[in-house]
């Protein structure tokens, strides 16, 4: 018998669960009864849902059981401290089940209004009827029932119910009425404080969103012209040199058109494959190197299983371009610069290292915050994910190697990029 109750009870719970996380599902509830109940907990709002359903999986179970224990306990106690204050009018037993009674009905009552407050403040003159001729039935048939018990008479019994009634009406909703319409009233402050907040939440990720938007339109914004004018100043160099640097500069310029054609769309893109990353800057270094000659030379490695791993787009370049202008460029030698990805610890390392002249003294050892373009490189980092971060330092063999690590993201729907 006590495991045929467990089970249904244990039934009952897991299909409340259900369908306080899953309000379609309570058509298909089976039973009038149980039905319902699941009818009457969909009509709850979705905060009252979610609080009931948390409160309904901490006291599954055994939890359940212990609680009703605990108060029992409780009740009892007051019970026999009623029969200790009162003892001709409160017998042991009846005390215990008067404050048990009176206890678990109040208890259960809270409950009801503690996850179904909007409910009881759109109807409260329904609810206060029903729990108005509930209290007074009971006192009723109690008095009565006491009464003729005790005289035998049903006049008596009537007269003891004009007697009593009004006095235990009186402390009943003192007791009952009174605790509940409090409750009822704090949690619908609670529920109203609550929305409030959660539409301010909403409204500062919105804000948040449009702010990053922006951001890293202003971003790109300052990228995309740095590397062009660079650019376009290198042609222009090449061809005042007259006759001797035309072919040349008409080749840059052809590479830089190819380079255009082949970048532009990653270009304005938020986020980009690694391997169109890598194209662009390969592009990028093409140029150069043309207009550097055998002073520049790069080296690119690019696992294949890092090929549509998805980045902030142009960040490469930067750190590149930035490799070229103050390590590459100011040498007289020259210099190599190597690109690789590699994953380190769970995270994606992208580096760009050169041989160049390295960090300035004052910057040895630390990453220094350099200049526009690496302070891009890390807003656009931080912008795309809070874990992500870049970092400089001096090479083993010279130069300066600069690091990103940022979580690794595959993109598996990524096209490939027109040829």
Known sequence: MLKKYMDWYRSIDEESLLVLKHSERASQVRGRVRRYVAMKLVK????????????LLKYRGAGFYIAAFKLMLLFSAIGVAL????????????????????GFALA?????????????????????????????????????????SDTGSMDMAFERLL?????????????????????????????????????????????ARELSESQLRLLRAQIEPHFLFNTLGAVQQ???????????????????????????????SEQVPLRSEFDMVAAYL??????????????????AEFANATIPSMILLTLAENAIKHGIEPSLRGGEIRLSALRVDGMLRLRVQDTGMGLPESGTGSA???GLGLENVRGRLLLSD??????????????????????????????????
């Open 368 to 370: 220094p915050s350099g």
């Open 163 to 207: 007697r009593v009634g009004g006095t235990a009406l009186l402390v009943a909703g003192l007791f009952y009425m009174v605790p509940l319409m409090i409750v009822t009233t704090w949690r619908n402050r609670q529920y109203e404080a609550l929305t409030v907040q959660l539409q301010q939440d909403a409204e500062r990720d919105r804000l």
């Open 44 to 55: 709850l709002t979705p905060i009252e849902r979610q609080q009931l359903h948390d409160f």
């Open 286 to 303: 093409r140029v150069m190197q043309a207009r550097m000659g055998s002073r520049l030379r790069y080296v690119l490695d690019l696992p």
């Open 108 to 148: 259960w009552g809270l409950v009801g209004v503690w996850f179904n407050y909007r409910s009881s403040v759109r109807n409260k003159l329904k609810k206060l009827l029903l729990i108005v001729s509930t209290c007074a039935a009971g006192v009723a048939g109690g008095v009565l029932l006491a009464g003729f």
């Open 238 to 268: 090449l061809a005042e040199q007259g006759a001797q640097g035309a072919g040349r500069a008409a080749a840059l310029t052809a590479d830089l058109i190819a380079f255009l054609r082949a970048s532009l769309a990653e270009m304005r």
């Open 83 to 102: 029969h200790l204050l009162l003892p001709t009018r409160f017998e042991l037993l009846k005390a215990l089940v008067f404050s048990n009674g009176l």
């Open 386 to 419: 809070p874990s992500a971060s870049l970092s400089l330092r001096d090479g083993e063999e010279g130069g300066v190697i600069a690091e990103i690590l940022l979580p690794i993201k595959i993109e598996t729907s990524l096209k490939a990029p027109a040829a």
